[in-house]
């Protein structure tokens, strides 16, 4: 089955409003060759701030815009949160949910990421829901259940359904910021066992459902990674910040042609 490669910018805490405007900018007026000729979908997440613009900014292109975040009630008393309604009013299509950052720094749990998930679907956006392992679980033969454990919990209640309308990101907490990229065959082997395992959990939808790499992603290993038969798309951290970078991996098909 043919899974659509989604290319997805994560921004994190970068950029002004037009810092990001000007970034959002340059990528939608140098990928449009990319996006006709191979089929492409492109993503771009801003922070809060930048997401209105950006997303008015690139209305009627083919960049869609994601947020990092959100809270799962639809709105109250809840000082500092932004909920998923919200996203969807300013014109964001997904949603990033359970990112290793947010459950390092801010302590989201499973639970909370299935919240949000399910929160995102009932907004009438996609969740991007990214699961991985620390260094010390791989090295103690724990990356099966450390991922089966995130994917158990945060899909929890999920039909096939809501499973189509989901992606999941595959982001090895070692590899995020440090340079050290998952090896092609590292990623295929993570990226293959979890689709086994949603397939026992959900059934074939899951054979449409894409499941992106994330870090330390750079133009010159885009090519490799995306050629692996279970690597549909990836979530690039720092080289999205930079237009150049970033385009190239959205060409990464060109790239690999020459
Ligand atoms: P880097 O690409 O900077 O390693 O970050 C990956 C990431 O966390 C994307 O969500």
């Known amino acids: 089955m043919s899974r659509r490669p989604l290319l997805v910018g994560n921004w994190k805490m970068h950029k002004t409003v037009a810092e990001a405007l000007e970034l959002a900018t340059t990528i939608k007026n140098s990928i449009a060759p990319a996006v006709r000729a191979d089929g492409v979908e492109v993503v771009v997440a801003p922070p809060y701030t930048a997401l209105h613009p950006v997303a008015k900014r690139l209305e009627g292109s083919t960049v869609a815009v994601a947020a990092q975040n959100c809270y799962w009630e639809p709105q109250g008393a809840f000082t500092g949160e932004i909920s998923a309604t919200m996203l969807a009013e300013v014109g964001c299509t997904y949603v990033i949910v359970g990112h290793s950052e947010r459950r390092q720094h801010f ?5 909370l990421v299935n919240l949000k998930a399910k929160a995102v679907l009932k907004a009438g956006l996609r969740p991007i829901l990214c699961i991985g392992e620390t260094a010390a679980e791989r090295d103690a033969g724990e990356m099966r259940n450390r991922l089966v454990g995130q994917l158990a919990e945060g899909l929890f209640g999920f039909t096939p359904e809501m499973m189509e309308q989901t992606v999941i990101a595959y982001e090895p907490v070692w590899a995020i910021g440090t340079g050290r990229v998952a090896t092609t065959e590292q990623a295929q082997e993570a990226h293959r066992f979890i689709r086994g395992y949603l397939h026992s959990l959900l059934g074939e939808v899951v054979k449409s459902v894409r499941i992106l790499y994330g870090g330390s992603v750079k133009p010159g ?36 042609a020459s």
């Open 221 to 256: 290993n885009t090519a490799g990674l995306m050629a692996q038969p279970d690597v549909d798309g990836v979530l690039v951290g720092g080289a999205s910040l930079k237009a150049e970078d970033f385009v190239q991996i959205v060409r990464y098909n060109e790239a690999a």
């Open 107 to 111: 302590h989201e749990t499973d639970a």
